[in-house]
Structure formats: C-alpha cells, structure tokens
C-alpha cells in the first residue's frame, strides 16, 4: 500500500510555454501533499505544502504565482510550472500523507524529469 | 545551516564490501529519523524509521543506528550489492511534522 505516482515521468517544453505535473496517491486519501524540487547531487528541497480544498502554502522564496498548485481531491495535486524558463529545469517530486497535521509518514512519488529548451 | 549533516559526500565501494554513513542532525523538537534510498531519477524510498526510544532497527541487509542524546545516526550496509548504488538521504522529522532532509550520500558499488 501506500503507493504515489507522478504523471508524467519526463517532459521537455520550450520556454514560454507552461507545463502541469500530476500527482496521485494510488491506494490511500491523501489529505495533505508536499512539491520537492531537487538539482542534481543536491537533496529535495520543500516547494510547498497542501491540504485538500485549501491554498498551497509556499516556502520562502518559492513564487506562488510561477508554481501553480491544485489540490482538488484527496487522490489528486497537480503543480503548473507557468511561463517556464530553463532555470526552472529540475527533478519535480511530489509526496502525500494521511493525516493534515503533526506526524505520518510522507510517501514519496517516482519524480518528474523537467527540461526547459 | 542545514539542520542535517550527511557524511561522506559520496563513496566507491567494492562489491560485497560493508559500508556505514553517518547523519549528524540539529532538529529539535525531534520526532522520528529515517534513511532513505534513491535511485537515480526515481523517488526516495524509506529503508527505516528511528522514534527517540529506539538505538537500532534493520531491514535486510540495512543497519540504522540512532544516538539521540549525542543526536546521531549512521545506516549499515552489508554485504554490499550493485544494486546497491544509489543516494541515500537521512530525513528528520520535528515535532510539527516538518521534514529536513539531509545532502545524502551517493554510494557507488564496483564489481
């Protein structure tokens, strides 16, 4: 159990253009779901948190308005990388959780492979 | 400053050799410690999770250690494999819930 996928696994866009990565928990509700971004030989930094039918909560630094996320259902986060530029390539993960609050083990997606031309 | 310290960087080892990594942290109020495992491109996967009470817990060939008082942990791998090769990244967790995750250590298996 407890099985998160992330769709898709790789994407290549040209700059400009805007890209959206799903995020689902396969065989549990997730009521909360965490965006990691990781550069290479770095480890995964949090983008943002989000609990199901509320507005993400961004990290410092993170712009809300570039990174768009969803969190519409307790299967389900998607995160739009809007108008992106190729500093914006890197390792996408998501992760998802049981529980809103406190502790619960945070089970982590495959990652998704972005590449900005 | 990173709240989790993960030694060495990276290291080479030779098939079926044993290897330890080590994990200094800060995190206070501190929750529970765990290893992780990722494969290049993929996802971390858990290997272990460490509560305050608990000094050692295994899973197959992997030994993780935590000394809460002096706030450290190190993961045991034996007999090591080449699928063994991978980043492998301590995570602790505080009280809230919140994750700090560790630089992690590339390990290389050689035939």
């Known amino acids: 159990g407890a099985v998160v996928s992330q769709h898709p696994s790789r994407v290549i866009c040209k700059s400009g253009t805007s890209v959206k990565i799903e995020c689902r928990s396969l065989?549990?509700?997730?009521?909360?779901m965490f965006w990691y971004r990781q550069f290479p030989k770095q480890s995964l930094m949090l983008m943002a948190t989000s609990n199901e039918g509320s507005k993400a909560t961004y990290e410092q630094g993170v712009e809300k308005d570039k990174f768009l996320i969803n969190h519409a259902s307790l299967t389900l986060s998607t995160l739009t990388v809007t108008s992106a530029h190729p500093e914006d390539s890197s390792f996408y993960i998501c992760s998802a959780r049981r529980t809103s609050g406190g502790g619960g083990e945070q089970f982590f997606g495959p990652g998704t492979r972005l590449t900005v031309l | 400053k990173n709240q989790v310290e993960q030694s060495p960087q990276s290291l080479i080892i030779l098939e079926g050799k044993n290897c330890t990594l080590q994990c200094n942290y800060t995190v206070s109020p501190f929750s529970n410690l765990r290893w992780y495992k990722q494969d290049t491109g993929r996802g971390p996967v858990s290997l272990t999770i460490?509560?305050?009470?608990?000094n050692t817990k295994s899973n197959g060939r992997y030994t993780a250690t935590l000394d809460a008082d002096t706030k450290q942990s190190s993961l045991h791998i034996t007999a090591s494999q080449l699928s063994d090769s991978a980043s492998y990244i301590c995570v602790v967790t505080d009280s809230w819930g919140k994750l700090q995750f560790g630089a992690g250590t590339q390990v290389v298996v050689t035939p």
């Open positions: 065989d549990f509700q997730a009521t909360t």
């Open positions: 460490m509560t305050f009470s608990e």
